[in-house]
Protein backbone atom coordinates (compact mmCIF):
# COMPACT_ATOMS: atom_id res chain seq x y z
CA UNK A 1 0.00 0.00 0.00
CA UNK A 2 1.25 3.54 -0.56
CA UNK A 3 2.45 5.67 2.34
CA UNK A 4 2.10 9.43 1.71
CA UNK A 5 4.00 12.06 4.08
CA UNK A 6 2.95 15.07 3.65
CA UNK A 7 4.44 18.82 4.61
CA UNK A 8 4.78 22.27 3.86
CA UNK A 9 1.84 23.71 6.11
CA UNK A 10 2.12 26.50 8.42
CA UNK A 11 0.13 29.73 9.55
CA UNK A 12 0.51 32.88 7.27
CA UNK A 13 -1.41 36.29 6.49
CA UNK A 14 -4.11 36.76 3.78
CA UNK A 15 -2.38 36.79 0.30
CA UNK A 16 0.69 35.20 1.28
CA UNK A 17 1.58 31.30 0.05
CA UNK A 18 2.52 28.33 0.68
CA UNK A 19 3.74 25.41 -1.12
CA UNK A 20 2.28 22.06 0.14
CA UNK A 21 4.18 18.49 -0.73
CA UNK A 22 3.13 14.94 -0.26
CA UNK A 23 5.88 12.52 -0.73
CA UNK A 24 4.94 8.64 -1.45
CA UNK A 25 6.28 5.64 -1.51
CA UNK A 26 4.76 2.84 -3.63
CA UNK A 27 2.31 3.10 -6.80
CA UNK A 28 0.44 6.29 -6.97
CA UNK A 29 -2.76 4.34 -8.26
CA UNK A 30 -4.51 6.08 -11.05
CA UNK A 31 -5.32 9.54 -9.51
CA UNK A 32 -4.07 11.39 -6.72
CA UNK A 33 -4.55 14.88 -4.96
CA UNK A 34 -5.21 17.20 -2.29
CA UNK A 35 -7.98 17.04 0.35
CA UNK A 36 -8.85 19.40 3.46
CA UNK A 37 -10.91 19.66 6.26
CA UNK A 38 -11.63 22.72 7.96
CA UNK A 39 -13.40 22.48 11.75
CA UNK A 40 -16.40 21.45 12.02
CA UNK A 41 -16.66 21.04 7.60
CA UNK A 42 -16.76 17.65 5.83
CA UNK A 43 -13.64 16.40 3.57
CA UNK A 44 -13.26 18.44 0.41
CA UNK A 45 -11.46 17.80 -2.55
CA UNK A 46 -9.07 20.88 -3.78
CA UNK A 47 -6.91 19.64 -6.48
CA UNK A 48 -6.69 16.23 -8.22
CA UNK A 49 -4.44 14.61 -10.75
CA UNK A 50 -5.03 11.43 -12.87
CA UNK A 51 -2.17 9.15 -14.33
CA UNK A 52 -2.43 10.64 -17.69
CA UNK A 53 -2.04 14.18 -15.98
CA UNK A 54 -5.66 15.37 -16.21
CA UNK A 55 -6.03 18.03 -13.55
CA UNK A 56 -9.89 19.25 -11.70
CA UNK A 57 -9.37 22.48 -9.09
CA UNK A 58 -12.42 22.66 -6.75
CA UNK A 59 -13.90 26.40 -8.23
CA UNK A 60 -12.42 28.25 -5.28
CA UNK A 61 -8.91 27.61 -5.74
CA UNK A 62 -9.07 28.07 -9.57
CA UNK A 63 -6.36 30.65 -10.49
CA UNK A 64 -4.55 30.54 -7.39
CA UNK A 65 -3.92 26.91 -6.27
CA UNK A 66 -1.70 24.67 -9.01
CA UNK A 67 -0.76 21.03 -8.70
CA UNK A 68 2.86 19.43 -10.33
CA UNK A 69 4.47 15.99 -9.77
CA UNK A 70 7.93 15.70 -9.73
CA UNK A 71 9.71 12.08 -8.83
CA UNK A 72 7.98 11.08 -6.40
CA UNK A 73 6.68 14.00 -4.66
CA UNK A 74 3.00 15.69 -5.55
CA UNK A 75 3.17 19.63 -4.83
CA UNK A 76 0.45 22.18 -4.30
CA UNK A 77 1.27 25.65 -4.67
CA UNK A 78 -1.23 28.02 -2.70
CA UNK A 79 -0.94 31.47 -3.81
CA UNK A 80 -3.45 34.86 -2.36
CA UNK A 81 -4.49 32.74 0.10
CA UNK A 82 -7.39 33.59 2.06
CA UNK A 83 -8.93 32.53 5.41
CA UNK A 84 -11.76 30.18 4.18
CA UNK A 85 -8.05 27.77 3.16
CA UNK A 86 -8.08 27.61 6.68
CA UNK A 87 -7.72 23.74 7.36
CA UNK A 88 -6.19 20.42 7.59
CA UNK A 89 -4.73 19.46 4.15
CA UNK A 90 -4.45 15.60 3.14
CA UNK A 91 -2.60 14.23 0.01
CA UNK A 92 -4.64 10.89 -0.60
CA UNK A 93 -4.27 8.15 -3.71
CA UNK A 94 -7.01 5.93 -5.54
CA UNK A 95 -5.69 2.74 -6.14
CA UNK A 96 -8.03 1.68 -8.56
CA UNK A 97 -10.98 2.44 -10.93
CA UNK A 98 -11.86 5.51 -12.83
CA UNK A 99 -11.19 8.92 -11.67
CA UNK A 100 -12.70 10.91 -9.79
CA UNK A 101 -13.52 7.85 -7.46
CA UNK A 102 -13.23 6.83 -3.61
CA UNK A 103 -9.41 7.84 -2.65
CA UNK A 104 -8.30 4.70 -0.27
CA UNK A 105 -4.99 5.77 1.08
CA UNK A 106 -4.62 8.96 2.91
CA UNK A 107 -1.41 11.03 4.37
CA UNK A 108 -1.59 12.76 8.28
CA UNK A 109 -2.62 15.59 7.30
CA UNK A 110 -0.50 19.39 7.03
CA UNK A 111 -2.39 22.30 8.80
CA UNK A 112 -2.61 25.15 6.92
CA UNK A 113 -3.69 29.04 9.16
CA UNK A 114 -4.64 31.76 6.96
CA UNK A 115 -5.27 34.73 9.28
Known amino acids: QVQLVESGGGSVEVGEYLRLSCAYS??????MGWFRQAPDKATEGVATIDVDGTTRYRNSVKGRFSLSHAGRTLFLQMNSLKPVDTAMYYC??????????????WGQGTQVTVS
Open 26 to 31: GHRGVC
Open 92 to 105: AVMSGGECPGEYNS
